[in-house]
């Protein structure tokens, strides 16, 4: 099997140095784990963040969501056969307990990668930070930024099922913003680019804001907490601006303090905090996705040895949507 | 009557020269108005901030909770000789309109200057952090910045009333330290002036806090999200180390985006959004002024003329408790 490995911390951007592939012997089994050869692979930004910190072990297999085909099992509830997801990525062949996967059934007419993207992490990530997180309400009107990207996406397609009235998002070139207003009808974007975040947010949304999503941190933040209104909340799912300078975190906020003023609420999460919120999350998305109200936005990369130039790709906000790795049909 | 102006917006900490106090003759009084005659005025650090942003008129009369007896009155609910608490302060009359004022029945064996203390805006604001925003849980460990003044004391108390388990409270100076820890029973406190404020909330916290009270910002809430526990929440009430250099705040915390990863809730609010608590918050806090099971800690300057010296005392933290003036018996 190959496996993708870390050789060291990234110094800043990862680079392809950083990597190796390896092939090695498919490890022997124990009974209460299963063969798994791998179909589809995620790469997501929060992957940056464990390679920092040592969350992944050097010179081991990294990890990742993934999406694959049972070829070995002794538990009758997972036959061979079955497809799982589980989170023994970035390899062709993974050895997941049988505790550590979910069995997958794909709904009529919905890709099975869409279970990585819109129905995996991905979607879910965007659905607990409007409606837990966020408590996104009909009529609230509602900031992205990256919005373009797989989480910025999902949140714009979600946040319009749940009754956002003006939704704005933020994004990195003139082909993410067209995709914004043109494909995913955001009613408003900016190239963040372009001039100061503030006076663009303030322009987009004259009226404020009531939710932001935060995919960024940094000026973004600044930005919203500037154009919230009264009682506004903000999700903060990530902080690409410093994934890659994680050892020297920009400032923050000058005007932070302003959410006393405004009754502002700022709340961190971690979507796998709330993995008891998937069946509510599956029935009310999985329906809108088989008819088609909610898009599927994926860029599917074909081959395991390209999934570093994939991760590489997605953190310099190549691609629109969900970054996808083929390993195998 | 006497009334104190702001005279100018202070530049950096307010000076004496900043207010003066006039002679004025009492306005007629209109039928939906009442004459009231100021008992006592309470001196508050928001005060600084609304004169910053002309909250305040300048050369008007200031703004600020106070308690005064009725002296004439064309509404039967509020007749002469009623006790009221209404935001005309800063002079020794006021004629606030009928709907301003809330008459206080003050409780048995409870002093009246209990109402704009640890009964008034002051507890209030400390039940409304601990209950509303951070909905403190017993057992949960708490930190409370700024911990000798008016909204820190009486967060201390109330939390224990709640059933916080360790309460460790940070101030300026030896007294305050001994105060906090002798005579408010906190498990611990630091003074911030004797090093690092996240090392010494380390120690004083060895385990990690769940909710801490922001009376502060800066360095402290930059420490507390260090301390933080998975899931903590942080009651953001006011920034008094920015409150004298408000058009250039200091930096956020650089740890800010640490939200994510522990899954932090930072809320700012505002007290008087809450009124319609008062009720509940008076039914738990009365019995147990009255029982003596909490103190009421305040120090009451005499004489409308040493309002501004107690205004300017408080904002550099000489007091310990409430800072009230006395204007009349």
Not at 43 to 60: F, I, K, N, Q, S
Not at 140 to 169: E, K, M, N, P, W
Not at 241 to 251: C, E, F, I, K
Not at 309 to 329: P, Q, T, Y
């Amino acid at each position: 099997m190959t496996v993708i490995r870390q050789v060291a911390p990234p110094a800043g951007a990862p680079k392809k140095d950083d990597f190796e592939a390896v092939t090695l012997p498919i490890p022997e089994r124990d009974d209460n784990q299963l063969l798994v050869e791998n179909l589809y692979l995620s790469v997501d930004p929060y992957m940056r963040e464990l390679m920092e910190w040592g969350g992944w072990e050097l010179a081991g297999g990294l990890l990742g969501d993934a999406i694959g085909r049972v070829l070995e099992s002794s538990d009758p509830t997972v036959p061979v056969g079955s497809i799982v997801r589980h989170r023994h990525g970035w390899r062709t062949h993974a050895l997941p307990a049988v505790t550590e996967v979910t069995r997958i059934h794909p709904a009529d007419g919905v890709p099975l990668s869409a279970y990585l993207g819109i129905l995996g992490l991905t979607g879910f990530t965007a659905y607990v930070g409007l409606v837990k997180i966020a408590a996104l309400r009909p009529g609230d009107d509602l900031f992205i930024s990256a919005a373009a990207g797989a989480v910025g996406g999902a949140t714009a397609q979600i946040a319009r099922l749940l009754g956002a009235r003006r939704i704005v998002g933020s994004a990195g070139s003139a082909a993410k913003i067209a995709y914004l207003t043109e494909k995913l009808g955001l009613d408003a974007a900016f190239d963040y680019h372009a001039g100061s975040v503030t006076e663009q947010l303030a322009e987009a949304a004259p009226d404020g804001i009531d939710v932001y999503f935060d995919n960024v941190g940094g000026d973004h933040l600044e930005a919203a907490i500037a154009a919230m209104k009264d009682h506004g909340r903000i999700a903060a799912c990530g902080a690409v601006a410093q994934y890659n300078n994680l050892r020297t975190p920009p400032a923050a906020p000058h005007n932070l303090f302003d959410i006393v003023e405004k009754n502002l609420r700022l709340e961190g999460y971690l979507a796998d905090r709330h993995l008891n919120s998937i069946p509510e999350f599956e029935r009310f998305l999985v329906p809108r996705v088989q008819d088609g109200t909610v898009l599927i936005d994926e860029v599917v990369v074909d081959g395991i040895e390209n999934t570093v130039d994939a991760f590489i790709g997605m953190l310099r906000g190549e691609n629109i949507g969900k970054m996808l790795v083929r390993v195998a049909e």
